[in-house]
């Protein structure tokens, strides 16, 4: 018997990557049968390996509880959260186009400044990145998503957004 699907992340409420696993088929084909749009969000935590090393797990719990929450207020309620990996979190954003991904990004890049400052849920520096793409065309979600993580976790911030 298959185990059964956990659909949130017990560490932060977000959905589980097992869950977006599940469901994107379906709407990339809703995109498509509709001509709408789908984008993608990436949100890293840049120094997640030394701040986990450094802090006590329950600070580790709180700030990815945080993250989540912070991140869940600032989406739709058609568009999905993920705990994507434990120093990212990804968001599908529904009939999202490119420009509606800029503002996002750069208004989750205002909420999280005081972070990288240290002065976020925790005294020390987070550094807290976001990165989205947008499907077009015909091309492969899977490009889409490696895009929006390279731009999530490119250090020179010179990438807020990127379409293809």
Request: aromatic share 8%; hydrophobic share 50%; proline share 3%.
């Amino acid at each position: 018997m298959a185990a059964p699907l956990l659909t949130r992340d017990p560490r932060s409420g977000a959905y589980s990557r097992a869950f977006f696993d599940e469901i994107i088929e379906r709407e990339i084909e809703r995109a498509k049968r509709h001509k709408g749009l789908l984008s993608v969000m990436s949100v890293v935590i840049a120094n997640w390996n030394t701040f986990v090393r450094e802090e006590e797990a329950a600070a580790v719990e709180g700030v990815v509880r945080t993250i989540a929450n912070t991140l869940q207020s600032n989406l739709r309620m058609t568009d999905y959260l993920f705990r994507w990996e434990d120093d990212e979190f990804l968001a599908l954003l529904i009939e999202a186009d490119l420009e509606a991904c800029k503002v996002k990004v750069s208004r989750l890049g205002d909420m999280f400044r005081p972070w990288r400052e240290g002065k976020g849920p925790v005294a020390r520096l987070l550094k807290v990145r976001a990165g989205a793409a947008t499907l077009t065309g015909d091309l492969v979600f899977a490009g889409v998503l490696q895009i929006a993580r390279a731009a999530a976790r490119d250090a020179s911030g010179e990438i807020p957004a990127i379409m293809v």
